[in-house]
């Protein structure tokens, strides 16, 4: 059975690139939509992110055919709630959070019975809210499923089958699995940048106007990285606390490590490990996940 229709709770970045992609690629998919701030809901009306802005969440998913909640992965647990009273009973109920074991127990607590089978869409930028939506943000992206146990088979190929229209590669994989993979690749990235950026901000030999105006290549990566929403980093290293702690102490082993060669004066261990890492930004740009141009295809004027 197709997807006809499509409800999106949560209308920023995610949400609302969700939905002009759908508007996009799926014309004939009808979309509702809600989000719990009202400014929101009308700057999301005024762009066309859905086809009806519901101002109410049990309203926005009635005779939808998927819910996709797109809140910070702390709010997951008061929308699946707030949708409850209008779920169908065939209706998916999936997500785009970037944590799964908890988020997954959390839904199945709240929705008992229903066709619980979350995704992690893994795009996104720093910006944040109704006018940061793209409809291209998921092309050529990877989509992971993580189904639960004794999932619908063919719940699961119809929700493959809706990030497959919108322009994503999709997974399926176990959600423990899932939360180790992004504490690697997402979170402890993130939570290096937000500290490396927090550490500059505080130093007192150096003043915040030099930080700005001073800044080389790698720090305005980070500072990139570290503008994203606060809210919803916060939500994500709290809710997979566990991976993420797992991998801080691999990563604190490693840095050590390096602090040992760098005052051994050890340049082939500095060497060796730079070589594997070049490596790994290689294989980035044959999988497609990044740009090889000069300052990463960003225009300037």
């Not at 801080?248 to 840095?255: C, I, K, P, V, Y």
Request: with cysteine.
């Amino acid at each position: 059975m197709p997807i006809e229709r499509v409800a999106i709770i949560g209308l920023g970045l995610l949400g609302g690139s969700v939905g002009l992609a759908v508007q996009e690629r799926l014309p004939a998919v009808r979309l509702s939509g809600f989000d719990a701030d009202p400014a929101v809901r009308q700057r999301a009306a005024e762009r066309g992110l859905v086809h009806t802005v519901a101002d109410d969440a049990a309203e926005a998913v009635r005779g939808a055919d998927l819910v996709i909640l797109c809140v910070p992965v702390g709010a997951m647990r008061s929308a699946a709630k707030a949708i409850a009273p209008g779920l169908s009973e065939q209706a998916i109920i999936s997500d785009v959070g970037s944590s799964k074991q908890r988020l997954a127990k959390a839904l199945a607590e709240e929705l008992p019975g229903h066709h619980i089978i979350p995704a992690h869409p893994v795009a996104g930028t720093e910006q944040s809210g109704p006018d940061a939506g793209f409809a291209s943000l998921f092309a050529r992206r990877w989509c992971i499923l993580t189904p639960p146990e004794g999932a619908d088979g063919a719940k699961v190929a119809q929700l493959a089958g809706f990030w497959e229209a919108l322009g994503s590669k999709v997974e399926i994989m176990d959600a423990a699995h899932h939360d180790m993979v992004l504490a690697v690749t997402s979170h402890i990235p993130h939570l290096i940048a937000y500290t490396i950026v927090g550490t500059a901000s505080d130093l007192e030999e150096v003043t915040r106007s030099e930080v700005i105006k001073y800044s080389a290549g790698g720090f305005r990566d980070f500072t990139r990285i570290a503008a994203s929403d606060p809210t919803m980093w916060r939500d994500v290293f709290l809710h997979n606390k566990d991976a993420v702690l797992a991998m801080m102490q691999r990563f604190e082993a490693d840095l050590g490590a390096m602090r040992a060669a760098i005052e051994a004066e050890d340049g082939e261990a500095m060497f060796d490990l730079f070589t594997r890492t070049r490596a790994i930004r290689r294989g980035i740009l044959d999988e497609g996940q990044d740009d090889a141009r000069p300052d990463f295809g960003r225009g300037h004027e």
